[in-house]
């Protein structure tokens, strides 16, 4: 049942995500309203670090609960709202002036903000309910989950965003994607949590303190430094779709379809490589494709090769939300993993500065500059890599 319950919430997870994916939907909605790469940047970083730097904070809440499972329901129809709210202000953004970029950055605050919350008791209810002799099967079984249900989004993303005029397309769009994180919770009600053994609340203070002891072990700390560094990827991601729409049109659609699919197909190479080579080799491999098709992107000659480029996006997409999750567990003792859960996070939110960084220097340098120099930090983090065990 356990297995099942967070199938279920993957699959409409998924909808929701590629229907307001940081990467395709939400870049391509900014720039035609704002065309402003810093306002995109910006929005990318806060979907990406705010979650990071709140969750040592909310670890540090959520250790003293016996019960993770509530948390996380609230957490996810929380951020279900907040899409409502997106979807909302899209419908009435001639009507909102200034305004308009308020609501949206309130609702992109509080949907990231919430995600971290549910993403600490996610963990710490998954690791708790999948033993660990199931879990080489049950991470690439959720991310084919996952893919399929995208893959099924990006045809409805496609559909949506050409059934009627801007930004109404989008707003649709984004209302769809609230209703189906919302179903997302139903079979969590039927999930038997067994208890957390709680720890006392730390002093802020103490807590911060406490992150160079747990840093002694090395394999988190090594995690650690390569979840920064992919924040090189961040740098590029966002703004994949907006070149390739400066070069070839309103293609939003199809490049959603093609990066899920990629994210699909990937799974069967994953979930080979997990059994047999264990996670850290998933990491290796989709970092260095990661490196190799950020250097490609500002020189494929044609449409037809930018589908192929994001078919592979997808791909290393998979794979990083693979290794990040399963590999953490994997590490984390059972009393620390709320912690390391926090961690991680935590140190995640420099990498989440990139998209800020990588907005910042396209109004100067460009597409091709911000695409190497981003290709050329994802080699070096590729080296850092063989430093995981």
Do not use: C
């Not at 409502?84 to 509080?110: C, K, R």
């Not at 979840?227 to 729409?245: D, H, I, K, R, S």
């Not at 260095?288 to 791909?315: R, V």
């Not at 859960?341 to 460009?366: C, E, N, Q, Y």
Request: hydrophobic share 55%; glycine share 8%; proline share 3%.
């Amino acid at each position: 049942m356990a297995s099942f319950a967070f199938w279920w919430h993957m699959a409409f997870l998924s909808l929701a995500s590629t229907m307001i994916n940081v990467n395709t939907v939400i870049p391509a909605y900014l720039e035609r309203l704002y065309h402003s790469s810093f306002l995109i940047g910006v929005i990318s970083s806060i979907l990406l670090g705010l979650p990071s730097i709140t969750q040592l904070f909310f670890a540090n809440f959520l250790k003293t609960k016996k019960f993770k499972k509530p948390y996380l329901m609230f957490g996810i129809l929380t951020r279900a709202f907040a899409i409502f709210l997106l979807a909302l202000a899209t419908f009435y953004i001639s009507n909102l002036a200034e305004w308009g970029i308020l609501l949206i950055l309130t609702a992109v605050i509080l949907f990231a903000t919430t995600g971290s919350f549910a993403g600490i008791a996610y963990m710490d209810l998954l690791g708790k309910t999948i033993s660990r002799d199931k879990r080489y099967y049950f991470f690439p079984v959720r991310q084919a989950v996952a893919g399929g249900f995208s893959f099924a989004a990006g045809f409805v993303v496609k559909y949506l965003l050409g059934a009627s005029a801007f930004p109404n397309n989008y707003g649709t769009l984004f209302l769809t994607a609230s209703v189906a994180l919302s179903i997302a919770i139903v079979l969590f009600f039927f999930l038997k949590e067994p208890e957390s053994e709680i720890t006392p609340r730390s002093k802020t203070l103490d807590m911060i303190k406490s992150i160079p002891i747990l840093l002694k072990d090395r394999k988190l700390l090594w995690y650690v430094v390569v979840q920064v560094l992919g924040g090189f990827y961040f740098m590029a991601l966002p703004f994949f779709v907006v070149y390739t729409v400066h070069r070839f049109g309103n293609v939003v659609g199809n490049i959603v379809i093609f990066q899920v699919s990629g994210m699909v197909i990937s799974n069967l190479l994953w979930g080979v490589i997990s059994k047999r080579l264990g996670n850290v080799a998933i990491a290796k491999t989709g970092i260095f494709l990661a490196a190799f098709m950020t250097a490609l992107a500002p020189f494929l000659p044609s449409l037809i090769w930018y589908y192929a480029f994001f078919f592979m996006i997808g791909s290393t997409i998979s794979a990083r939300g693979i290794f990040m999750d399963a590999y953490l567990i994997e590490i984390a003792p059972a009393k620390e993993r709320v912690m390391y859960v926090g961690i991680s996070g935590t140190f995640g939110f420099i990498g989440a500065l990139f998209p800020m960084l990588g907005g910042i220097l396209l109004k100067d340098f460009g597409f091709v500059n911000v695409f190497v120099i981003a290709a050329v930090g994802l080699s070096a983090t590729f080296f850092v890599s063989f430093k995981l065990k």
